[in-house]
């Protein structure tokens, strides 16, 4: 323990980017340590995209590692660099201000409880991840009420133990958004999920919203827990294309699913109550998309989708993500698109596949493009002249 203290303390010294590894959570936190106390630590985190996410308190005993030099580290600082190149739109981050004398836990969930922060939680011996509004903070526990934005009829009140609580994050992007959203999805009304699963109806129900506002869910059947959420963009013969929303409720690329694919469409749920609520409140504040992407894209309903995108990704190189028949997930970028088949350069942390693989295109199930992640790591290997 001594040396992780120590670790930690160099990083808040040196103002070094650190990850730091959880004991009991394959959760990684990416950021700057901002204060070290006797029992915990506040990290200042930032998201996949290289942009400030709120903060995370971590007991002192669930941290395993503190990182500090990866590829991963590096790539992080990269996307970080472009994102204020870029411009990226960006949650306000930890603003909040810490003594080191006194308990982390308790100044977090006093804040959040005086402020009316959306916190998520982390509780000892329990895998579950609790989102809620604090509602009492006194000297032996901790009283809150738990949001669950899959679920209204579902959001009980806890009273905890704060010595029980080991994660506690804190002013993130979509928690954030979630304290916002809050009184109005306090007005919204519980909705059982509706549900098309007779897959002779999924393309007079798909036709019907194509073009169109309503936000929908498509369940894909290699996963059923899976999910994407979006609105459905346009229909051909075989497929469909979907402008997805990320969990934040801002655009999150495009995905392109084969009928024969789809398990089910989702047409009414809580969640996508939460996800309109959502996207209604970013396009309110003009943040509905990061600039780089483009939400405007139109596609021919004529034609076969699967052999257009790879062959326009093969054409400009472009960053997409392929799942193909026999559940193998690939990101990376087509070359030599003909008839049948094309090669698939597969792009990993630790290098890219030069030579490629050659699958059919009929193989190919979904296949998504035009999302920030794509985005980034085309950007990155383009400036590094990897691509």
Do not use: C
Not at 110 to 127: G, R, T, Y
Not at 144 to 169: G, H, R, T
Not at 291 to 310: C, H, I, K, S
Not at 349 to 361: C, L, M, N, T
């Amino acid at each position: 323990m001594n040396s992780i203290v120590n670790d930690l303390n160099r990083a808040l010294a040196q103002r070094l980017l650190v990850n730091v590894y959880q004991t009991n959570q394959e959760v990684v936190y990416t950021g700057y340590v901002t204060t070290v106390g006797e029992t915990g630590i506040i990290l200042a985190t930032y998201d996949d995209f290289g942009l400030p996410d709120g903060a995370v308190f971590l007991a002192l005993n669930v941290i395993d590692e503190v990182e500090f030099s990866s590829d991963d580290l590096d790539n992080m600082s990269f996307r970080m660099k472009t994102a204020q190149e870029e411009r990226f739109i960006q949650a306000g981050g930890l603003t909040m201000k810490f003594d080191t004398q006194r308990d982390l836990r308790r100044q977090v969930l006093s804040h959040a409880w005086v402020d009316h922060l959306v916190i998520m939680l982390v509780l000892k011996n329990d895998e579950h991840f609790y989102e809620g509004l604090v509602t009492s903070v006194a000297s032996e526990e901790v009283g809150v009420q738990l949001i669950n934005k899959f679920d209204y009829s579902d959001q009980p009140a806890m009273i905890l133990n704060p010595a029980d609580i080991e994660v506690i994050e804190f002013q993130g992007k979509e928690l954030t958004l979630q304290g916002i959203a809050a009184p109005h999805l306090q007005k919204l009304t519980h909705v059982e999920q509706v549900a098309v699963e007779d897959p002779t109806q999924f393309r007079d129900t798909l036709q019907q919203l194509a073009g169109k506002d309503p936000l929908v869910a498509l369940i894909p059947k290699h996963n059923k827990d899976l999910f994407f959420v979006g609105q459905i963009n346009v229909l051909t013969d075989d497929s469909v294309i979907m402008n997805l929303l990320d969990m934040s409720g801002q655009f999150g690329g495009y995905t392109l699913m084969r009928l024969s694919d789809v398990n089910a469409i989702v047409v009414e749920s809580d969640y996508l109550q939460t996800m309109r609520l959502f996207s209604l409140l970013n396009r309110a504040r003009q943040q509905p998309l990061q600039p780089v992407l483009n939400d405007e894209r139109l596609f021919d309903a004529t034609v076969d989708q699967f052999r257009e995108r790879l062959s326009q990704a093969a054409t400009f190189r472009t960053i997409i993500h392929v799942k193909l028949k026999d559940n193998d997930s690939q990101t990376g970028y087509p070359s030599r698109v003909g008839g049948e088949r094309f090669i698939f350069h597969e792009v990993s942390e630790d290098e890219i596949d030069q030579v490629g693989k050659a699958y059919r295109i009929a193989d190919v199930e979904e296949l998504s493009f035009g999302y920030l992640d794509a985005y980034l790591t085309e950007h990155q290997l383009r400036v590094e002249g990897d691509l």
